[in-house]
């Protein structure tokens, strides 16, 4: 059984941010060769940079940069800023607190509007809402697994339940207890099978691997609180119509966290938007389906993208009972 490589040769050269009392550690992953562009990326809830490392291996030609948002993996949460005239109160660990990160990197960084925004599940609703009020912040939006509706009433409502009863009682447990819950492996074991659809060994044994050595790695509970309740509330269809740039939408066929006439929706609210959609996978493109993922954002960063009517998405899906593609285009194979 071959292992799984994570990121190639590619290294990364690490850089430390003191964004409203937290101290940001980000990732920049030089291009190989001559750069095609720069990415800015948002990872998801519960993860770090690593969540991301795969998709960054096979865009070698782009420039990545990927912080740890605050009160995850080696950054800190967001206490205030001391050096502030007036005693401001730190921004929640939630959508327009993440926000604030993207904006300081933007200034910290020099990162122009030719920039590319990208986001990953609970990294989709920060990105898409930055560039919702930030509008030509960025020149393109890229959204990975896009939550498209909320989590109560989507088509896994009841596996939402059931995360937020886990949720609050390790935050309603003593301390210890409470820790020792929301940092066990064997629920993260059991998340991690329950979103996995590849039937490769070596790649279940990754995706298993990788959660184990970072979705645990959360500062606080209360960190994680504030996290989790923005991830089940917001979502990218609340901000999508306000998205004048060119945005691309990679979707699970079998998403946990969005249907594919969720999904459909979704992309009809973007003034222009195209949706393409992956076979043989769900929440976890970002793992699984690295390469596909990879060649269909290329396709797109490197095409035109000329102005479409509101509700003409271009949108390709693959009808496994007709074998056909429907759509505006035609099916990219996977």
Known sequence: MLPIPPHASRRALKSIHHIHGSEVSSWMYPALGPCRGVILAVHGFRGDHHGLARIIGQLPHYAIIVPDLPGFGASTPFTGDP?????????????AGYGEVI?????????????????????????????????????????????????????????SRAAGAYYAAGERLPAAAGEALLRSRLVTDIMSLAMLKSRDPAMRSYVVDQHRRYFSGF????????????????????????????????????????????????????????????????????????????????????????????????????????????????????
Not at 113 to 139: C, D, M, N, Q
Request: aromatic content about 4%; some cysteine.
């Open 83 to 95: 050096n502030a005239v007036s005693a401001a109160a730190a921004p929640r660990h939630d959508v």
């Open 103 to 159: 904006g300081a990197l933007r200034g910290q960084l020099g990162l122009g509007p030719e920039t590319i925004l990208l986001g990953h599940s609970f990294g989709t609703i920060v990105a898409a809402t930055y560039l919702a009020r930030h509008p030509g912040s960025f020149a393109q939006l890229v959204l990975i697994n896009p939550i498209c509706e909320p989590a109560l009433e989507g088509s896994q409502a009841a596996m």
């Open 219 to 334: 500062t606080s509970r209360s960190t994680l609180r504030e996290a989790y309740g923005a991830s089940i509330t917001a979502t990218v269809r609340d901000v999508a119509a306000r998205i004048n740039e060119p945005t691309l939408l990679v979707v699970g066929e079998h998403d946990e966290l969005g249907s594919i006439r969720a999904q459909r929706a979704l992309a009809r609210s973007f003034p222009r938007a195209r949706m393409r959609v992956i076979g043989d996978v769900g929440h976890l493109i970002h793992y699984e389906k690295a390469a596909e993922a990879a060649s269909l954002i290329e396709d797109f960063l490197a095409s035109e993208h000329p102005w479409a009517p509101q509700g003409m998405p271009r949108t390709t899906y693959r009808d496994r009972t007709a074998g056909v593609a429907t759509g505006n285009h035609a099916q990219h194979n996977n």
